[in-house]
């Protein structure tokens, strides 16, 4: 129910724009988030945000850097990245809850994932 593309391969400084394709229903939840897991870590919290009332959220590591945004006609939610840092590498994953948390085990219907690579 949730599709991201944007992902590849950037020199450290650069940046890129994930986005996320949500069907209708999964669209019918509050709140989508954005998260990542690099190799051999455990998925973490990146950036949220409502789809009605925007108040973003983000992890401190990305804070300053990303910026998470949506198109609500779309149905898409955007991760712009600036700034990447070679510890942003990971796979990229959206989400969809219903409350306004950052805890990944109140997401669902999560996609598929598209790869970042930064390299220095």
């Known amino acids: 129910q949730l599709m991201e593309s944007g992902g590849g391969s950037v020199q450290a400084g650069g940046s890129l724009k994930l986005s996320c394709v949500a069907s209708a229903r999964a669209s019918s939840s509050s709140v989508i988030g954005w998260f990542r897991q690099a190799p051999g870590k455990e998925r973490e919290f990146v950036a949220l945000?409502?789809?009605?009332?925007?108040?973003?959220f983000y992890a401190d590591s990305v804070k300053g850097r990303f910026t998470i945004s949506r198109d609500n006609p779309k149905n898409t939610a955007y991760l712009q990245m600036d700034g990447l840092k070679e510890e942003d590498t990971a796979v990229y994953y959206c989400?969809?809850?219903?409350?306004?948390?950052?805890?990944?085990?109140?997401?669902?219907?999560w996609g598929q994932g598209t790869q970042v690579t930064v390299a220095s």
């Open positions: 945000i409502r789809w009605r009332n925007y108040s973003p």
């Open positions: 989400a969809v809850a219903s409350q306004y948390t950052s805890d990944q085990r109140e997401y669902h219907s």
